[in-house]
């Protein structure tokens, strides 16, 4: 995959190049985190990609990447609101559904794109959307964005995998919270604390929101730890850089990132929470 054309963290091209190369793209994505403008550029690079006749896709110039940057692909088709709310209708879902089983005009695929789907669809558009989703046609890619995985059904999350943006928006105070607990846990020697912090993670939506977050925070603990400059310092960082090792720090934002790719292949919740804390356990009792 080509990504001259964005810039985006390197697990995320890591998660990506690796889908495009085992053929294994998902039919849906979600695209939460970072501003509405950076989802909605996110989009646009994954649509050129979808329609893209080169090699290295996307390769942005020939006449299908750019079809997409005018909106005018023929196979690349933006759900429309309705409404002063502009939302997304049963009506408009049923007609994609319709529409989708229909072959490509041009392209390998087709895609649709679902716009801020936690604000602008209701319960009944969704349930639509969810029925679409267990039957899928061939080669189409539905993307979705979203600001929060929480407006977002469980039934429709677990069919969707998500991916997220480098968050450039202020995280709420309960995330931190529980993210903080979690590094807490980590490093007491008690082990009930640890479980009682992962504890939190009950849900797909919200695993998703305070994983990234306990990642961001050993990143900033590892950087401390060699001594390099920081705007801000986090106190339980500064506390992680002094009682854990460089090559422990790496480990544990290794196993985040492990656990936020088993969240996004749908392992089961309570599953995850008892390998993490195994992970979290084994990496800080080891001897190195």
Same mark, same amino acid.
């Given at each position: /995959?080509? !990504?001259?054309?964005?810039?985006? %963290?390197e697990?995320l091209?890591?998660?990506?190049?690796?889908?495009e190369?085992?053929?294994?793209?998902p039919h849906?994505?979600v695209?939460?985190g &970072?501003?509405?403008?950076?989802?909605? =550029? !996110?989009v646009? !690079?994954?649509c /050129?990609?979808?329609?893209?006749? =080169?090699a290295?896709?996307p390769?942005?110039?020939?006449?299908?990447?750019?079809k997409?940057k005018? &909106?005018?692909?023929?196979? +690349?088709?933006?759900?429309?609101?309705?409404?002063?709310?502009?939302?997304?209708s049963v009506d408009?879902?049923?007609?994609?559904t319709?529409?989708?089983?229909?072959i490509?005009?041009?392209a390998? %695929?087709?895609?649709?794109?679902?716009?801020?789907a936690?604000k602008?669809?209701n319960?009944? *558009?969704?349930?639509a !959307?969810l029925?679409?989703?267990?039957?899928p046609?061939?080669n189409i890619?539905?993307l979705?964005t979203?600001?929060s995985?929480?407006?977002?059904?469980q039934?429709?999350?677990?069919?969707?995998?998500?991916l997220?943006?480098e968050?450039d +928006?202020?995280?709420s105070?309960?995330?931190?919270?529980?993210?903080?607990?979690?590094?807490?846990?980590i490093v007491?020697?008690n082990e009930?604390?640890?479980?009682? *912090?992962?504890?939190?993670?009950?849900?797909?939506?919200?695993a998703?929101?305070?994983?990234?977050?306990?990642?961001? /925070?050993?990143?900033? #603990?590892l950087?401390?730890s060699v001594?390099?400059?920081?705007? =801000?310092e986090?106190q339980v960082?500064r +506390?992680?850089?002094?009682?854990?090792?460089?090559?422990k720090?790496? *480990?544990l /934002?290794? #196993?985040?990132?492990?656990a936020?790719?088993?969240?996004? @292949?749908n392992?089961g919740l309570?599953?995850?929470s008892?390998w993490?804390? &195994? =992970?979290? @356990? @084994?990496?800080t009792s080891?001897?190195?």
């Open positions: /995959m080509n !990504f001259s054309a964005i810039s985006l %963290r697990e091209k890591g998660q990506l190049s690796s889908m190369q085992s053929r294994r793209m849906a994505l695209i939460t &970072g501003s509405h403008a950076s989802r909605e =550029e !996110f646009r !690079f994954l /050129m990609w979808a329609v893209c006749k =080169e290295d896709k390769c942005t110039e020939c006449s299908a990447c750019i997409v005018s &909106g005018n692909h023929i196979d +690349v088709y933006t759900a429309k609101g309705t409404g002063k709310t502009d939302s997304i408009e879902i049923r007609n994609i319709r529409d989708s089983i229909v490509p005009n041009d390998d %695929r087709k895609v649709y794109i679902l716009t801020d936690d602008r669809m319960q009944e *558009a969704l349930n !959307f029925k679409t989703l267990e039957e046609a061939q890619l539905f979705l979203a600001e995985l929480k407006a977002l059904p039934t429709i999350l677990s069919r969707c995998t998500a997220t943006l968050n +928006v202020s995280i105070a309960e995330i931190y919270e529980d993210a903080v607990n979690i590094l807490k846990g007491d020697t009930l604390e640890l479980l009682k *912090a992962t504890a939190v993670l009950s849900t797909r939506a919200k998703l929101e305070i994983l990234p977050v306990v990642r961001s /925070m050993l990143c900033d #603990a950087s401390l001594n390099a400059p920081r705007a =801000e986090d960082c +506390v992680l850089s002094k009682k854990l090792t460089k090559s720090l790496i *480990a /934002m290794d #196993a985040t990132s492990d936020i790719s088993k969240v996004n @292949r392992v309570t599953l995850l008892t993490l804390c &195994g =992970e979290y @356990r @084994r990496i080891c001897a190195t």
